[in-house]
């Protein structure tokens, strides 16, 4: 079994693409064992990001992720599971360029360049299988996620300060 990680980035979101995006990759007849909404926090984005973090266009890239050039600061992160993941969403998310992307793919029929050359391609979706490992331990915790898809170990902590829902 192999894992992917997609979110659909804040102009999906912002464009109400959700739904479009799910029914797209629903076609890979894989399964979700992860789902979440969360804020991108600029340590996230900076993490998630790092590979890029040479290049000239790295901070407009944090920002967008972030949700500061839409102006919605969250995104939505899946976890897909099933053979050839990987392969499968990214066919159907299509190239990282929007111009080159096929126009029947996600990217290819919703994703723009802006004009200081940013892809604004709605959706991320992990390149390989390490890539895969790295952004779902970064994004999500143990016990977000249906099975056990990596090892894990227990911990105590103490003096953990927790915000849970007040009663009454």
């Known amino acids: 079994m192999e894992q992917t990680l997609v979110i659909i980035k804040p102009d999906g979101l912002i464009k109400s693409l959700t739904g479009n995006i799910l029914t797209r990759l629903s076609e890979t007849k894989l399964v979700i064992i992860g789902a979440k909404v969360l804020h991108v926090t600029e340590e996230l984005a900076r993490q998630h990001y790092r ?13 967008y992720l972030m949700g500061d050039v839409h102006h919605t600061h969250r995104v939505m992160l899946l976890i897909y599971q099933g053979d050839g993941a990987i ?8 190239d990282t360029n929007p111009e080159k992307a096929d126009p029947v793919s996600i990217r290819g029929a919703y994703g723009r360049i802006t004009t200081t050359g940013v892809f604004e391609n709605v959706v991320h979706a992990s390149s390989s299988v390490e890539d895969a490992e790295n952004e779902i331990k970064l994004w999500f915790k143990p016990y ?3 099975g056990d898809i990596y090892p894990t170990k227990e911990v105590v902590r103490e003096k953990i300060i927790e915000r849970v829902w007040a009663t009454g």
């Open 144 to 146: 977000e996620v249906v």
């Open 87 to 94: 392969s499968k969403v990214r066919e159907v998310v299509g």
């Open 51 to 63: 590979h890029l973090s040479d290049k000239p266009f790295f901070n407009e890239l944090i920002h």
